[in-house]
């Protein structure tokens, strides 16, 4: 049977059986013992400083799971740690169909209606 079913080990530890019974891991980045009561504590080095999020996303410290990143900047889509561009021009071709969409870093620009229009 296994001996973590009754959670023994602090939110965010792992519980891990053993032939001795049970052992707690703190996530790599904490310290400690994860047991319940005791927990699991920050190391230093992983914090927001430097920040591990990409450019201009908010990085949050939380006890739990560590540095958190906030969303994406607009035009760009992932998980805050890694942004991608959105290709807007063939995700939801937002341009007039007698214009042309070109898609940029972060957005995209529509060429001028054809003259008469």
């Known amino acids: 049977f296994s001996r973590c079913i009754d959670n023994p080990c602090h939110d965010g530890a792992t519980c891990l059986d053993s032939d001795q019974g049970y052992k707690c891991k703190c996530p790599d980045w904490m310290t400690g013992t994860g047991e319940r009561g005791q927990g699991c504590t920050a190391i230093a080095k992983e914090t927001c400083t430097p920040s591990p999020c990409y450019?201009?996303?908010?990085?949050?410290?939380?006890?739990?799971?560590?540095?958190?990143?906030?969303?994406?900047?607009?035009?760009?889509?992932?998980?805050?740690?890694?942004?991608?561009?959105?290709?807007?021009?063939?995700?939801?071709?937002?341009?007039?169909?007698?214009?042309?969409?070109?898609?940029?870093?972060?957005?995209?620009?529509?060429?001028?209606?054809?003259?008469?229009?």
Request: proline share 10%; with cysteine; net charge negative.
């Open 55 to 117: 450019a201009n996303v908010q990085c949050t410290m939380n006890d739990t799971l560590g540095p958190v990143c906030g969303p994406c900047p607009n035009g760009l889509k992932g998980d805050g740690y890694v942004c991608n561009d959105i290709d807007e021009c063939k995700d939801y071709q937002p341009c007039d169909p007698l214009t042309k969409c070109t898609n940029h870093h972060g957005g995209f620009t529509c060429s001028d209606c054809p003259s008469g229009f």
